[in-house]
DNA sequence: AATATAATCAACCGCAAACTT
DNA sequence: GAAGTTTGCGGTTGATTATAT
Protein backbone atom coordinates (compact mmCIF):
# COMPACT_ATOMS: atom_id res chain seq x y z
CA UNK A 1 0.00 0.00 0.00
CA UNK A 2 1.69 3.60 -0.28
CA UNK A 3 1.49 6.71 1.60
CA UNK A 4 -1.06 8.74 2.83
CA UNK A 5 -2.31 11.58 0.20
CA UNK A 6 -0.10 14.56 0.99
CA UNK A 7 -3.04 16.96 1.33
CA UNK A 8 -7.05 16.75 1.45
CA UNK A 9 -7.73 19.53 -1.03
CA UNK A 10 -10.69 20.95 1.40
CA UNK A 11 -9.69 24.07 3.38
CA UNK A 12 -6.17 24.56 1.65
CA UNK A 13 -5.23 28.06 0.62
CA UNK A 14 -4.68 29.19 -2.64
CA UNK A 15 -3.02 32.26 -4.11
CA UNK A 16 -0.56 34.47 -3.42
CA UNK A 17 1.74 33.95 -0.15
CA UNK A 18 1.71 36.26 2.66
CA UNK A 19 4.46 37.50 4.66
CA UNK A 20 3.65 35.50 7.32
CA UNK A 21 3.42 32.31 5.56
CA UNK A 22 6.71 33.05 4.55
CA UNK A 23 8.15 33.52 7.91
CA UNK A 24 6.31 30.04 9.65
CA UNK A 25 7.80 28.31 6.01
CA UNK A 26 10.82 29.75 5.87
CA UNK A 27 11.37 29.58 10.31
CA UNK A 28 10.33 25.53 9.62
CA UNK A 29 12.70 24.67 6.48
CA UNK A 30 15.77 26.33 8.52
CA UNK A 31 14.77 24.25 11.21
CA UNK A 32 14.22 21.08 9.96
CA UNK A 33 15.60 21.82 5.85
CA UNK A 34 13.72 20.90 2.62
CA UNK A 35 11.86 17.99 2.16
CA UNK A 36 9.49 15.54 3.74
CA UNK A 37 6.81 18.59 1.86
CA UNK A 38 4.03 16.52 3.11
CA UNK A 39 4.55 17.03 6.26
CA UNK A 40 5.28 20.74 5.61
CA UNK A 41 1.20 21.89 5.94
CA UNK A 42 0.95 19.65 9.08
CA UNK A 43 3.63 20.68 10.91
CA UNK A 44 3.40 24.46 10.31
CA UNK A 45 -0.42 24.44 10.49
CA UNK A 46 0.07 26.60 7.01
CA UNK A 47 -3.27 26.24 4.94
CA UNK A 48 -1.08 25.45 1.94
CA UNK A 49 -0.75 21.98 0.14
CA UNK A 50 2.29 20.66 0.45
CA UNK A 51 3.18 21.60 -3.59
CA UNK A 52 2.18 25.20 -2.85
CA UNK A 53 4.88 24.76 -0.01
CA UNK A 54 7.49 23.62 -1.96
CA UNK A 55 7.28 25.81 -5.17
CA UNK A 56 7.54 28.48 -3.01
CA UNK A 57 10.46 27.34 -1.32
CA UNK A 58 12.56 26.33 -4.59
CA UNK A 59 11.15 29.76 -6.87
CA UNK A 60 11.13 32.28 -4.03
CA UNK A 61 12.50 31.60 -0.72
CA UNK A 62 15.51 29.24 -1.08
CA UNK A 63 18.71 31.40 -0.30
CA UNK A 64 20.55 32.07 -3.28
CA UNK A 65 18.18 33.03 -5.40
CA UNK A 66 19.28 36.25 -7.59
CA UNK A 67 15.93 38.10 -8.94
CA UNK A 68 15.65 40.56 -11.25
CA UNK A 69 16.87 41.15 -14.67
CA UNK A 70 18.37 38.77 -16.74
CA UNK A 71 21.97 39.99 -17.81
CA UNK A 72 23.60 39.68 -21.65
CA UNK A 73 25.26 36.62 -20.57
CA UNK A 74 22.63 34.49 -19.00
CA UNK A 75 20.09 35.44 -21.87
CA UNK A 76 22.78 34.11 -24.15
CA UNK A 77 23.00 30.90 -21.94
CA UNK A 78 19.68 30.33 -22.04
CA UNK A 79 18.55 30.61 -25.59
CA UNK A 80 21.72 28.26 -26.62
CA UNK A 81 20.64 26.08 -24.35
CA UNK A 82 17.11 26.38 -25.33
CA UNK A 83 17.89 25.41 -28.79
CA UNK A 84 20.34 22.63 -27.65
CA UNK A 85 17.52 21.47 -24.71
CA UNK A 86 13.96 22.92 -25.86
CA UNK A 87 11.70 23.49 -23.14
CA UNK A 88 13.77 21.26 -20.41
CA UNK A 89 13.95 24.42 -18.14
CA UNK A 90 15.05 22.91 -15.24
CA UNK A 91 17.91 21.26 -16.82
CA UNK A 92 18.91 24.75 -18.33
CA UNK A 93 18.14 26.26 -14.77
CA UNK A 94 20.54 23.82 -13.49
CA UNK A 95 23.23 26.22 -15.39
CA UNK A 96 22.04 29.13 -13.69
CA UNK A 97 22.24 28.05 -10.23
CA UNK A 98 21.13 31.63 -8.95
CA UNK A 99 18.01 31.15 -11.50
CA UNK A 100 14.80 29.23 -11.00
CA UNK A 101 13.33 27.16 -13.82
CA UNK A 102 10.07 29.11 -13.46
CA UNK A 103 12.17 32.62 -13.86
CA UNK A 104 13.85 30.86 -16.70
CA UNK A 105 10.56 29.74 -18.52
CA UNK A 106 8.45 33.26 -17.42
CA UNK A 107 11.95 35.27 -19.49
CA UNK A 108 12.24 33.26 -21.99
CA UNK A 109 8.13 33.19 -22.58
CA UNK A 110 8.45 36.66 -22.18
CA UNK A 111 11.52 38.44 -23.44
CA UNK A 112 13.45 35.66 -25.14
CA UNK A 113 10.77 34.16 -27.55
CA UNK A 114 9.96 37.63 -29.20
CA UNK A 115 13.68 38.56 -29.13
CA UNK A 116 14.34 35.52 -30.98
CA UNK A 117 11.33 35.69 -33.48
CA UNK A 118 12.54 39.02 -34.30
CA UNK A 119 15.87 38.65 -34.64
CA UNK A 120 15.26 35.73 -37.00
CA UNK A 121 12.60 37.35 -38.88
CA UNK A 122 14.74 40.09 -39.54
CA UNK A 123 17.68 37.19 -40.57
CA UNK A 124 15.16 35.33 -42.72
CA UNK A 125 16.08 32.46 -40.65
CA UNK A 126 19.83 33.07 -40.60
CA UNK A 127 20.16 32.53 -36.83
CA UNK A 128 23.48 34.17 -35.41
CA UNK A 129 26.12 31.26 -34.64
CA UNK A 130 24.25 29.10 -37.00
CA UNK A 131 21.25 27.92 -35.15
CA UNK A 132 18.68 27.63 -37.79
CA UNK A 133 16.92 25.05 -37.17
CA UNK A 134 16.14 25.65 -33.27
CA UNK A 135 12.61 23.93 -31.97
CA UNK A 136 12.63 22.25 -34.53
CA UNK A 137 10.81 18.67 -34.44
CA UNK A 138 13.84 15.73 -34.93
CA UNK A 139 12.36 13.10 -37.12
CA UNK A 140 12.78 10.19 -36.10
CA UNK A 141 14.69 8.17 -38.82
CA UNK A 142 17.08 10.76 -38.87
CA UNK A 143 18.27 11.20 -35.18
CA UNK A 144 21.44 10.24 -35.33
CA UNK A 145 22.30 12.29 -38.08
CA UNK A 146 20.93 15.25 -36.37
CA UNK A 147 22.14 14.40 -33.04
CA UNK A 148 25.84 15.00 -34.57
CA UNK A 149 24.50 17.80 -36.03
CA UNK A 150 22.75 19.09 -33.13
CA UNK A 151 25.78 18.84 -30.58
CA UNK A 152 28.44 20.25 -33.04
CA UNK A 153 25.96 23.26 -33.39
CA UNK A 154 25.34 23.66 -30.02
CA UNK A 155 29.04 22.67 -28.95
CA UNK A 156 29.87 25.99 -30.90
CA UNK A 157 27.23 27.94 -29.92
CA UNK A 158 27.46 27.33 -26.45
CA UNK A 159 30.79 28.41 -26.82
CA UNK A 160 30.33 31.57 -28.30
CA UNK A 161 27.35 31.98 -25.18
CA UNK A 162 30.13 31.28 -22.45
CA UNK A 163 32.95 33.13 -23.92
CA UNK A 164 30.79 36.08 -24.60
CA UNK A 165 31.92 37.30 -21.60
CA UNK A 166 34.99 35.98 -21.43
CA UNK A 167 37.11 36.23 -24.25
CA UNK A 168 39.95 35.03 -22.98
CA UNK A 169 38.77 31.66 -22.06
CA UNK A 170 42.21 29.95 -21.16
CA UNK A 171 43.17 32.73 -18.66
CA UNK A 172 39.73 32.56 -16.84
CA UNK A 173 37.55 30.15 -14.75
CA UNK A 174 35.22 28.02 -17.26
CA UNK A 175 31.93 29.25 -17.99
CA UNK A 176 30.16 26.45 -16.29
CA UNK A 177 32.46 26.22 -13.44
CA UNK A 178 31.18 29.97 -12.53
CA UNK A 179 27.52 28.78 -13.26
CA UNK A 180 26.69 24.70 -12.60
CA UNK A 181 25.91 24.53 -8.87
CA UNK A 182 28.77 21.80 -9.12
CA UNK A 183 31.36 24.44 -9.34
CA UNK A 184 30.29 27.47 -8.10
CA UNK A 185 32.50 27.12 -5.39
CA UNK A 186 34.06 30.40 -4.53
CA UNK A 187 32.58 32.09 -1.75
CA UNK A 188 33.31 35.47 -3.45
CA UNK A 189 31.91 34.12 -6.77
CA UNK A 190 29.60 36.76 -8.01
CA UNK A 191 27.53 33.24 -9.03
CA UNK A 192 27.70 31.78 -5.36
CA UNK A 193 24.70 31.96 -3.49
CA UNK A 194 26.51 33.81 -0.52
CA UNK A 195 27.53 36.74 -3.10
CA UNK A 196 24.01 37.20 -4.64
CA UNK A 197 22.89 37.99 -0.89
CA UNK A 198 24.82 41.40 -1.31
CA UNK A 199 21.81 42.00 -4.09
CA UNK A 200 19.16 41.09 -2.07
CA UNK A 201 18.08 44.49 -0.66
CA UNK A 202 18.36 46.00 -4.30
CA UNK A 203 14.69 47.03 -6.00
CA UNK A 204 13.24 45.61 -8.28
CA UNK A 205 12.31 47.96 -10.81
CA UNK A 206 8.85 47.15 -11.85
CA UNK A 207 7.54 44.60 -9.58
CA UNK A 208 8.38 46.22 -6.17
CA UNK A 209 4.43 46.79 -5.28
CA UNK A 210 3.87 43.31 -5.23
CA UNK A 211 4.55 41.15 -2.45
CA UNK A 212 6.16 38.04 -3.55
CA UNK A 213 8.40 39.62 -6.18
CA UNK A 214 9.24 42.93 -4.28
CA UNK A 215 10.38 41.02 -1.15
CA UNK A 216 13.23 39.55 -3.03
CA UNK A 217 14.59 36.68 -0.71
CA UNK A 218 12.36 36.38 2.16
CA UNK A 219 14.85 34.18 3.72
CA UNK A 220 17.59 36.50 3.98
CA UNK A 221 15.40 39.66 5.02
CA UNK A 222 14.60 37.13 7.84
CA UNK A 223 18.02 37.00 8.60
CA UNK A 224 18.08 39.57 11.26
CA UNK A 225 14.57 37.49 12.73
CA UNK A 226 16.27 34.86 12.43
CA UNK A 227 19.42 35.63 14.33
CA UNK A 228 17.16 37.14 17.15
CA UNK A 229 15.38 34.03 17.66
CA UNK A 230 16.96 32.28 20.91
CA UNK A 231 15.30 29.28 19.64
CA UNK A 232 16.81 28.95 16.10
CA UNK A 233 19.94 30.44 17.32
CA UNK A 234 20.74 27.11 17.83
CA UNK A 235 19.98 25.43 14.87
CA UNK A 236 21.68 24.70 12.09
CA UNK A 237 23.25 27.91 9.97
CA UNK A 238 20.90 29.18 7.13
CA UNK A 239 21.40 26.49 3.62
CA UNK A 240 22.87 29.30 2.11
CA UNK A 241 25.49 29.55 4.62
CA UNK A 242 25.77 25.28 4.75
CA UNK A 243 26.13 25.66 1.43
CA UNK A 244 28.58 28.40 1.54
CA UNK A 245 30.44 26.64 3.74
CA UNK A 246 30.15 23.17 1.69
CA UNK A 247 31.73 25.02 -0.98
CA UNK A 248 34.60 26.26 0.76
CA UNK A 249 35.18 22.59 1.90
CA UNK A 250 35.32 21.26 -1.41
CA UNK A 251 38.32 21.42 -3.37
CA UNK A 252 39.10 23.24 -6.57
CA UNK A 253 37.03 22.94 -9.69
CA UNK A 254 40.18 21.12 -10.92
CA UNK A 255 40.75 19.26 -8.21
CA UNK A 256 37.27 17.64 -8.14
CA UNK A 257 37.12 17.15 -11.82
CA UNK A 258 40.06 14.99 -11.69
CA UNK A 259 38.86 12.95 -8.44
CA UNK A 260 36.03 12.57 -10.39
CA UNK A 261 37.63 11.52 -13.58
CA UNK A 262 39.17 8.97 -11.40
CA UNK A 263 35.78 7.77 -10.35
CA UNK A 264 35.06 7.28 -14.18
CA UNK A 265 38.04 5.42 -14.57
CA UNK A 266 37.42 3.00 -11.34
CA UNK A 267 34.21 2.97 -10.26
CA UNK A 268 33.86 -0.71 -10.53
CA UNK A 269 30.85 -2.67 -12.42
CA UNK A 270 27.75 -2.91 -10.07
CA UNK A 271 26.93 -6.61 -9.52
CA UNK A 272 23.47 -6.45 -9.71
CA UNK A 273 23.89 -4.81 -13.52
CA UNK A 274 25.86 -5.79 -16.09
CA UNK A 275 25.47 -3.05 -18.16
CA UNK A 276 28.79 -1.76 -18.15
CA UNK A 277 27.44 1.17 -20.48
CA UNK A 278 25.30 2.21 -17.77
CA UNK A 279 27.61 2.24 -15.13
CA UNK A 280 29.96 4.63 -17.27
CA UNK A 281 26.81 7.11 -17.88
CA UNK A 282 26.35 7.03 -13.83
CA UNK A 283 30.39 7.70 -13.59
CA UNK A 284 30.13 10.80 -16.26
CA UNK A 285 27.00 12.12 -14.04
CA UNK A 286 28.78 11.82 -11.36
CA UNK A 287 31.87 13.63 -12.60
CA UNK A 288 29.96 16.37 -14.30
CA UNK A 289 28.07 16.93 -10.99
CA UNK A 290 24.48 16.26 -11.78
CA UNK A 291 24.44 13.64 -9.25
CA UNK A 292 25.46 15.98 -6.44
CA UNK A 293 25.89 14.31 -2.97
CA UNK A 294 25.06 11.29 -4.47
CA UNK A 295 28.42 11.56 -6.57
CA UNK A 296 29.78 12.66 -2.56
CA UNK A 297 28.28 8.98 -1.07
CA UNK A 298 29.71 7.42 -3.81
CA UNK A 299 33.30 8.16 -2.98
CA UNK A 300 33.48 5.04 -1.28
CA UNK A 301 33.55 3.50 -4.90
CA UNK A 302 36.71 5.20 -5.90
CA UNK A 303 39.84 3.30 -5.00
CA UNK A 304 41.42 4.45 -2.08
CA UNK A 305 44.23 5.44 -3.90
CA UNK A 306 42.98 6.86 -6.52
CA UNK A 307 40.27 9.05 -5.72
CA UNK A 308 39.75 9.23 -1.86
CA UNK A 309 38.21 12.56 -1.07
CA UNK A 310 41.03 14.77 0.91
CA UNK A 311 40.19 14.62 4.62
CA UNK A 312 41.68 18.44 5.17
CA UNK A 313 39.10 19.92 2.45
CA UNK A 314 36.42 19.18 4.66
CA UNK A 315 35.02 15.36 3.96
CA UNK A 316 35.60 12.83 6.09
CA UNK A 317 34.43 9.09 5.99
CA UNK A 318 30.87 8.14 7.44
CA UNK A 319 31.54 5.02 9.30
CA UNK A 320 27.90 4.32 9.37
CA UNK A 321 26.97 5.10 6.13
CA UNK A 322 30.49 4.21 4.94
CA UNK A 323 30.21 7.60 2.48
CA UNK A 324 32.55 10.17 2.13
CA UNK A 325 30.73 12.99 3.78
CA UNK A 326 31.43 16.50 4.31
CA UNK A 327 32.55 17.31 7.39
CA UNK A 328 29.30 18.97 8.01
CA UNK A 329 26.88 16.15 7.84
CA UNK A 330 24.37 18.91 7.56
CA UNK A 331 25.96 20.49 5.18
CA UNK A 332 26.04 17.95 2.85
CA UNK A 333 22.19 16.74 3.78
CA UNK A 334 21.38 20.42 2.37
CA UNK A 335 23.53 20.32 -0.65
CA UNK A 336 21.63 17.05 -2.08
CA UNK A 337 18.63 18.46 -1.36
CA UNK A 338 19.24 21.68 -2.91
CA UNK A 339 21.28 20.10 -6.17
CA UNK A 340 19.19 16.84 -6.26
CA UNK A 341 19.60 15.34 -9.68
CA UNK A 342 17.30 16.02 -12.82
CA UNK A 343 18.97 13.74 -14.15
CA UNK A 344 16.43 13.58 -17.47
CA UNK A 345 17.35 14.78 -20.30
CA UNK A 346 21.01 15.57 -19.31
CA UNK A 347 22.81 13.69 -21.65
CA UNK A 348 23.57 16.29 -24.11
CA UNK A 349 24.19 18.35 -21.53
CA UNK A 350 26.82 15.90 -19.93
CA UNK A 351 28.60 15.70 -23.37
CA UNK A 352 29.05 19.49 -23.33
CA UNK A 353 30.09 19.65 -20.61
CA UNK A 354 32.56 17.19 -20.62
CA UNK A 355 33.95 18.50 -23.72
CA UNK A 356 33.97 21.99 -21.62
CA UNK A 357 36.06 20.18 -18.76
CA UNK A 358 38.53 18.45 -20.36
CA UNK A 359 38.91 19.52 -24.14
CA UNK A 360 37.30 16.66 -25.86
CA UNK A 361 35.86 17.13 -29.01
CA UNK A 362 32.74 15.31 -29.44
CA UNK A 363 33.13 15.02 -32.93
CA UNK A 364 35.91 12.93 -32.09
CA UNK A 365 34.04 10.53 -30.67
CA UNK A 366 32.08 7.95 -32.72
CA UNK A 367 28.37 7.82 -33.01
CA UNK A 368 28.23 4.93 -30.60
CA UNK A 369 29.72 6.18 -28.11
CA UNK A 370 28.16 9.61 -28.09
CA UNK A 371 24.78 7.49 -28.41
CA UNK A 372 25.80 5.29 -25.82
CA UNK A 373 26.30 8.61 -23.43
CA UNK A 374 23.55 10.17 -24.33
CA UNK A 375 20.60 7.90 -24.20
C1' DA B 1 -7.94 61.56 -16.08
C1' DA B 2 -10.07 57.49 -17.82
C1' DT B 3 -9.97 53.51 -20.39
C1' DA B 4 -7.96 49.88 -23.19
C1' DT B 5 -4.32 47.00 -24.21
C1' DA B 6 0.06 44.78 -23.45
C1' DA B 7 3.46 42.89 -20.52
C1' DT B 8 4.91 40.49 -16.56
C1' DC B 9 5.29 36.82 -13.36
C1' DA B 10 3.61 34.16 -9.23
C1' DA B 11 1.03 30.37 -8.71
C1' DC B 12 -1.81 26.56 -10.20
C1' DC B 13 -2.74 22.26 -12.80
C1' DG B 14 -1.94 17.88 -14.79
C1' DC B 15 1.18 14.45 -15.97
C1' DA B 16 4.83 11.17 -15.36
C1' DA B 17 8.62 9.29 -12.92
C1' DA B 18 10.22 7.98 -8.57
C1' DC B 19 9.25 6.28 -4.35
C1' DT B 20 6.94 3.69 -0.42
C1' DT B 21 4.40 0.12 1.53
C1' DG C 1 5.33 -6.94 -8.36
C1' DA C 2 1.24 -4.17 -7.56
C1' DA C 3 -0.97 -0.31 -5.92
C1' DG C 4 -1.04 4.01 -4.23
C1' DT C 5 1.49 8.39 -2.96
C1' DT C 6 4.92 11.97 -3.48
C1' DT C 7 7.78 14.81 -6.03
C1' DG C 8 9.36 17.39 -9.84
C1' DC C 9 8.58 19.31 -14.25
C1' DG C 10 6.52 21.99 -17.96
C1' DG C 11 2.40 24.32 -19.65
C1' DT C 12 -0.93 27.54 -18.61
C1' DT C 13 -3.69 30.91 -16.17
C1' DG C 14 -5.02 35.04 -14.04
C1' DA C 15 -4.00 39.02 -11.18
C1' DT C 16 -1.32 43.00 -11.23
C1' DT C 17 1.34 46.62 -13.27
C1' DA C 18 2.92 49.43 -17.15
C1' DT C 19 2.10 51.75 -21.27
C1' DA C 20 -0.61 53.61 -25.01
C1' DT C 21 -4.60 55.99 -26.66
Redesign the pocket.
Known amino acids: ?6 CDKIGV ?5 TPEEDIILVSYIQEHGP ?4 AVPTNTGLLRC ?3 C ?3 WT ?2 LRPGIK ?1 GNFTEHEEKIIIHLQALLG ?5 IASYLPQRT ?3 I ?3 W ?3 LKKKLKKLQAGLDGDFPNGITNFQQPISKGQWERRLQTDINTAKQALCEALSMEKPSFSHSKCPIEETHPLFSSSPSSSSSPSSSSSSHLSIRS ?2 A ?2 Y ?2 STENISRLLEGWMRSSPMLQKEKPTAQSELTGLNNNCSSSSERIQSSLSLVCSTPINNNNNNSEIISQEALERLLGFEGGKAMASWKDCSPESSTPDVSQGVSFDENTANYMPENSTSFQTFQEES ?1 P ?4 QGPLILIEKWLMDGQDLMDMSLDDTSTLVF
Open positions: MGRPPCKKGPWGNWRSKSRLRNYRNRWAADNDKNYNTHSQSTASKKSEG
